[in-house]
């Protein structure tokens, strides 16, 4: 294995103050009925719900899971997203870049021993790439919940934004369970698409070494109606109820670490590198 001198701990450059922001009113972060970004953030699941149907999230992973979009490393494509401001998210109105360093920082303050966690709050975000390959943000951002089964009361603008929405009105469809059956684990269910599910596809792709903790991570870390709200248990087996507490345990960071202040990205790539070599190292394909 080759040995990389880091020098100084690159960590020093940058480590969020978490008990400050935890120390903030929770309902400051994802604040969906108030803000200057409101208008931006209802529009997008505007679009998100009406749209993201059955067929449509099948035609998606027909389109990107077969992974011969491009061929880069990770690296190169995290810094890809100084170009992405997620207009989903209420919280913060700076590129998604910075968000992927806080995140792992935040990480790696409290979990100073898992290195592959403080990757996956690196990469966590990455699929969002999609909508620099013209994909539109509501088909890449945003929380996520299952297709083809009953949208639940507990998604984010429920009640006003899946009128046009075909699926909600298929009686197939609309039940608790929809096609799926009781327990049948989330590795079987459909969810709506977006950059969590393509990141979980090139990482089972490229054979990343991540292991399931992390790309349980990955692949439902938007699902807040789940680890967050609780919902849809009835569509969970028990390897995804062992597995819910690290989940919650990302979201903490993810959410917590959003601050306008920004860290010092190029005094942090050195032990990145060094995560990603590990973990999903070369030019990976997407």
């Not at 001198?5 to 929770?26: C, F, H, M």
């Not at 929380?143 to 006003?160: A, E, H, M």
Request: net charge negative.
């Amino acid at each position: 294995m080759r040995v990389i001198n880091l020098g100084p701990d690159p960590s020093l450059a940058y480590r969020p103050n978490l008990d400050k922001n935890e120390a903030k009113e929770k309902e400051e972060y994802r604040n969906f009925e108030s803000g200057s970004l409101i208008d931006r953030v209802f529009n997008t699941y505007k679009l998100m719900h009406t749209n993201q149907t059955l067929d449509f999230v099948k035609q998606k992973h027909s389109e990107w899971t077969s992974c011969k979009h491009t061929q880069m490393g990770m690296m190169d494509i995290i810094m890809s997203l100084d170009q992405l401001v997620d207009e989903s998210d209420p919280d913060v109105d700076f590129p998604n870049s910075f968000h992927a360093f806080q995140t792992a920082e935040g990480i790696r303050k409290e979990h100073p021993d898992k290195d592959w966690f403080q990757l996956v709050g690196l990469i966590h975000d990455v699929g969002k790439m999609m909508a620099l390959w013209d994909e539109p943000q509501w088909a890449v951002v945003g929380d996520t919940f299952p297709v083809g089964c009953k949208f639940q009361k507990s998604i984010v603008f429920r009640d006003n934004t899946f009128l046009e929405n075909p699926d909600d009105k298929n009686p197939y469809y609309n039940t608790e369970h929809g096609i799926y059956e009781p327990n049948c684990g989330l590795d079987n269910v459909f969810m709506s698409w977006g950059h969590d599910e393509y990141l979980y596809r090139v990482m089972k792709f490229n054979n990343c070494s991540i292991p399931e903790e992390g790309l349980y991570m990955i692949r439902f870390h938007s699902f807040y109606p789940w680890h967050s709200l609780g919902d849809y248990m009835h569509l969970c087996n028990d390897k995804d109820l062992q597995i819910l507490p690290w989940v919650q345990e990302f979201n903490k960071f993810d959410l917590y670490t959003k601050s306008p202040d920004l860290p010092n990205v190029e005094k942090l790539k050195p032990y990145y590198q060094s995560l990603i070599d590990k973990y999903c190292p070369g030019i990976l394909k997407w």
